[in-house]
């Protein structure tokens, strides 16, 4: 069942040309010349109940502008957009009840608070009962931990204690659709893996449909099984992460660690990109050859100490499509040179 359903939407903006020299900033005061941007144009897609989709782009793509249509913060320009049946921008309150967002830049805790001091405020903004909220306070206590810094001024937090104080602050009212924008920027890897832990959590135990913006493909990664990749405020790919690993992802690396160092080290199908004493590191296609047809091959020849394999980097598919354009093995079209 769909949850959000997004069709033609377009936003285009204004932005006033600026006059260059002093004549040019005093004519501008009686006649102001503007550039039409479009930031989104003509996208489509809809999401189901209880999914968890990531909505990447480079900078200037349309992902924040979509995003703010969908929560009701912009009006599009043209197009249709349903959330939970509820038209955003016509029915801001009601919406705002349905939904929780989390944008990493900014706060919507008081900054000079107690944390603790916002989340009773936002309990009365939504009209939480009390139970409820006792129970949702519990429950994120305990896995982001927020009782180490409760009592504590918001603008005294660290990033990472603030962000998990955002995104508890955004649940406290039950919303069935989570709006994430950036939600790991700036955390260490420890804080990063408990907000994708409890980003899970909540998907799967109270079935919360979450949007993850984000430059950090390892929230995707290990979070979303569907990827709507936009540019240029068109949609690229709407479809499953996997079939980008199948179609890019295809080189791999082999990395061997040998007994003895070997001055002339060869293997059929396979690329020695770099060398470290007794460590080499080998490209190779899986499509050309398997991982176990080139360990027994190398095998064979030496002496093998120890190996692993490297998968490409999802962040190298994603900057491949950019460059190359889509394939066509995705309903795509590559790009051309000039």
């Not at 204004?14 to 009686?30: P, T, V, Y």
């Not at 509820?86 to 967002?101: C, F, T």
């Not at 936002?122 to 129970?135: A, E, H, M, N, T």
């Amino acid at each position: 069942m769909s949850i959000i359903e997004v069709h033609h939407l377009y936003k285009e903006f204004f932005i006033a040309k600026r006059q260059e020299g002093l004549w040019g900033a005093i004519k501008s005061l009686f006649h102001r010349e503007y550039e039409k941007k479009m930031a989104v144009q003509d996208i489509s897609f809809t999401i189901d109940a209880g999914e968890i989709v990531g909505y990447v782009g480079p900078n200037g793509a349309g992902k924040s502008t979509s995003i703010k249509m969908l929560t009701g913060i912009l009006v599009p320009t043209a197009g249709e957009i349903m959330v939970n049946g509820i038209v955003p921008y016509q029915e801001r309150q009601k919406n705002s009840r349905q939904i929780g967002v989390v944008f990493g830049q900014r706060t919507q805790l008081w900054w000079d608070l107690p944390a603790i001091e916002s989340f009773e405020l936002l309990k009365q903004v939504f009209r939480i009962p009390s139970d409820r909220y006792r129970q949702n306070m519990a429950k994120f206590s305990e896995i982001l931990g927020l009782d180490e810094f409760l009592q504590t001024p918001v603008r005294q937090l660290s990033l990472g204690q603030r962000m998990r104080a955002d995104i508890a602050a955004s649940l406290l009212h039950d919303p069935i659709i989570l709006f994430l924008d950036e939600p790991t920027i700036g955390l260490d890897v420890v804080a990063k893996e408990r907000m994708r832990n409890f980003i899970r959590e909540i998907n799967q135990e109270r079935g919360v449909t979450v949007i993850l913006t984000t430059h950090d493909m390892s929230d995707i990664e290990k979070l979303c099984q569907r990827m709507i990749l936009i540019d240029n405020g068109q949609v690229m790919y709407d479809g499953e992460l996997a079939r980008i690993k199948e179609i890019y992802g295809k080189e791999r690396i082999l990395i061997i660690d040998m007994e003895e160092d070997i001055d002339d080290f060869s293997i059929a199908g396979a690329e020695v990109i770099r060398k470290e004493g007794n460590r080499r590191w080998l490209k190779f296609s899986r499509n050309e050859v398997t991982t176990s047809q080139l360990i027994s091959q190398i095998s064979s020849k030496y002496e093998i100490k120890d190996l692993s394999i490297q998968d490409s980097e999802i962040e190298v598919m994603i900057r491949k499509i950019y460059e190359e354009g889509l394939s066509q093995e995705l309903g795509g079209k590559l790009k051309t040179s000039p």
